[in-house]
């Protein structure tokens, strides 16, 4: 469209067609400037809409008389209406020869950076903490799974599923957690899978607990998944971030894949959250995303597509809602930031997947996670060395001189010392 001779810029809100209407209220909100700066709507989706390299939606481009952009703002879901509003209003001011902003820019098309009110988030480097994911084991294990009224025979072979899928693919995992997760996976078997009470099962946990001590090593606080305040990410991100390293850890080994069998963490977790989840209508939402793919994975790298499909689909279902950490936004992640080449065409023979009308590179994407994912790249907590350790590896170097590895007369040992020490 051409702009009017009053007019020395354009506003651009891209938000996807029928789901938003921060446009079109900052189009009212603004109607009295319009010929000094007009706003206009797009489709976040529309296949032209590529070419402005959008990182979120909504998101606002300014653009100048001869097409130039000036200015990019990436909406983060709170009160986006207002924001975009009164930068609107600050250009507009400015054309008029008047100054005055409720907000201070920090964006353009350069930067890295979120704005939000009075404060600069910088876009997080992806990582990925073992301290997170054995605190998402704790918590699904001793609380979460506890907090069912009773667990009959279905919820027990889903926890003995869900507790193999760890003992398999839990990269690097410490040997009182993986003691602590036998002894528990071995208890609803011996009772031929006989429904249990809340209290039986934490009494029994407990008790694994105190004798194996499996998260006295795990840091007290979350680390890549802490929010901006306690209510914000910790646990749910833990989750999300547990599947996607078993996920990954599985790609090469998972035996299901050899008959041509459905991915066993992906199972894993489609039981976990249909019966342990404590959002019901986010396990709703989950299930409904998995029904609208319409398959389960039965390889490696389409088990890791698939586990990214639908953390995105939940991420575009959740943009803007109240449980947003406003320092985190739901985007469709990666980000162009940390992957810039995840969102490239590539040449004419790239695999291209198209995910919420984005077009994505599926070799980028598939490299890009697992390398985030991978056991070596996992950032370690400063590891805490714990009496039972040092006992643990002096006997092991011991069996090894002495060339002993089947005696159990060092396991003996282990115990008594253990034991001695404890008084």
Not at 23 to 49: E, Q
Not at 94 to 116: C, K, R
Request: net charge neutral.
């Amino acid at each position: 469209k051409t702009l009017q001779n009053t007019a020395n810029h354009a506003a651009l809100i891209f938000e996807p067609e029928g789901k938003s209407s921060v446009g079109k209220k900052v189009i009212l909100d603004m109607n009295k400037h319009s010929d000094v700066l007009p706003v206009f709507r797009a489709n976040f989706y529309d296949p032209t809409a590529r070419k402005w390299k959008l990182v979120s939606s909504p998101s606002m481009v300014i653009i100048d008389r001869t097409g130039n952009i000036v200015d990019r703002v990436n909406g983060w879901g709170m009160e986006d209406r207002k924001r975009f509003t009164g930068i609107i209003t600050k250009y507009a001011d400015e054309s008029l020869g008047q100054s005055g902003s409720s907000e201070t820019q920090f964006t353009t098309a350069a930067t890295t950076i979120y704005t939000v009110p009075d404060k600069v988030f910088q876009v997080a480097k992806d990582e990925v903490f073992m301290g997170d994911l054995e605190k998402a084991v704790e918590y699904s294990i001793m609380t979460e799974v506890a907090m069912q009224p009773v667990l009959d025979a279905k919820k027990l072979q889903t926890l003995v599923y869900y507790i193999e899928t760890l003992l398999s693919y839990f990269p690097n995992m410490k040997t009182p957690m993986r003691n602590f997760l036998i002894s528990l996976r071995e208890w609803p078997v011996q009772m031929r899978f006989a429904s249990v009470s809340a209290a039986d099962y934490k009494e029994k946990v407990t008790e694994l607990s105190d004798f194996y001590s499996p998260f006295a090593a795990t840091p007290s606080e979350w680390e890549g998944c802490a929010g901006s305040q306690s209510h914000y990410r910790g646990y749910p991100c833990s989750l999300w971030t547990l599947f996607h390293t078993l996920i990954v850890g599985a790609t090469d080994k998972d035996p299901a894949f050899q008959s041509g069998g459905v991915s066993t963490v992906a199972n894993a977790m489609i039981g976990y959250i249909s019966k342990f989840f404590t959002c019901r209508e986010c396990a709703d939402h989950f299930s409904r995303h998995v029904s609208q793919l319409g398959y389960l994975p039965d390889t490696g790298d389409q088990s890791i597509l698939w586990l990214w499909t639908i953390h995105n689909k939940a991420n575009l279902m959740l943009a803007g809602d109240q449980t947003e950490d406003p320092t985190s936004p739901k985007i469709q992640w990666p980000s162009a930031q940390n992957c810039p080449h995840c969102r490239t065409d590539g040449n004419r023979w790239t695999p291209i997947l198209t995910i919420n009308g984005e077009p994505w590179n599926q070799v980028e994407v598939l490299r890009y996670i697992k390398s985030l994912y991978k056991a070596e790249n996992l950032k370690q907590t400063p590891r805490i060395v714990r009496t039972n350790d040092v006992i643990e590896e002096v006997l092991n170097n011991l069996k090894k001189e002495l060339k002993a590895e089947n005696s159990l007369i060092f396991d003996e040992a282990h115990d008594k010392i253990l034991n001695f020490c404890k008084k």
